[in-house]
């Protein structure tokens, strides 16, 4: 059970975002005749491991991808978070689930690695759990530079639902973060002829704004639905109208809804309205297609080990994996259960971990001679 000792090892590290903590250095150790590459920016690394099996240089590139850093343990662990516990078939620690159990049965995987026709690479970032804006990212941009780009990834984050792999991720919505402030003429309750209560204004709005689907959704994505988070306005007194409200709200939009469509929408629904508006996307919305070869190598991978036919979803928040979708690198995640991530007494079973590791085993086995 290698990957479980890669696992154990990979929890002693504290490496809590920004930090690698020294596991790059551990990792390095366990793979031969690899090639580094670091990208390193603003206090954040990135480490690319690689190496080419075969002569054929125009081969196929196979990129597993995850991320070292660990959001805070926190208090009220019943044992010291960077230091493993295996009790009743689970280990314990911070980012046992997310996602150092990924990363260890993908490391073991490869390890095994006798024979292949392509080049195995690894990346790996320390900054997935924060603004993600050095990490994956950067080093992609990096590796596009070099002529390094993979033709297709796999990203062992958590998405296991019940049992492992019994559900991966072949797409994701992006976010789309909005604050709308709605202008109004502050004034004395008694007399409302003289103000203009902006209030009233989000009243005849809301119904366009609040819960609002900007389109219908289809076989892989729910509609990209308008979600207030906040709204506020006033001096929280009984006798003065507010000047103004300020309205917050959230789009998990899908491929079906851009910035560029969300922009459109507002502008005619707020075109006679004084107001302020401000959008950002924070992350792009991506899909692989089912057909393609990444998601079908990996489906019949989990059919041969596990059995299982894994559901195909773009649920959930948001990953790296976004960045290698922006390359038109085919990617789709794939890992152990996600029930505990971030939480108190985070743990993975221990024979998830094994049973991803036979699955990627199999993939790379699957994938040999493709070109």
Known sequence: MVEIEILKKLISFKSVTPNESGSYEYILGLLSGFKALEFDKNGVKNLFLYKQYGECKDSLHICFAGHVDVVPAGDSWDSDPFTPIIKDGYIYGRGTQDMKSGIAAFLSAIMEIESFNGIISILLTSDEEGEAIYGTKYALEELEKMNLLPNFAIVAEPTSVESVCDMIKIGRRGSINGIL?????????????????????????????????????????????????????????????????????????????????????????????????????????????????????????????????????????????????????????????????????ERVKISEVESLRRVFSEFINLAKGIN
């Open 181 to 345: 402030t709605l202008e109004g003429k502050q004034g004395h309750v008694a007399y409302p002829s003289k103000c203009i209560n902006p209030t009233e204004i989000l009243a005849v709005l809301l119904p366009k704004i609040a819960g609002y689907n900007l389109d219908n959704g289809d076989d892989n994505f729910e509609p990209s639905k308008i979600v207030i988070t906040d709204i506020r306005g006033g001096m929280e007194a009984v006798n003065v109208t507010p000047q103004n409200i300020k309205i917050m709200f959230n789009i998990r939009n899908s491929t079906n809804t851009t910035l560029k469509d969300v922009e459109e929408y507002f502008y005619n629904l707020l075109k006679d309205t004084k107001h302020t508006l401000t959008l950002k996307q924070s992350s792009k919305p991506f899909l692989s297609k089912k057909d393609s070869l990444v998601v079908s190598l990996l489906v019949k991978s989990i059919q041969n080990v596990l059995n299982i036919n894994p559901a195909l979803s773009t649920s959930g928040g948001t990953s790296d994996a976004r960045y290698f979708a922006e390359y038109g690198i085919s990617v789709v995640e794939c890992g152990v259960c996600n029930d505990r991530i971030h939480a108190v007494n």
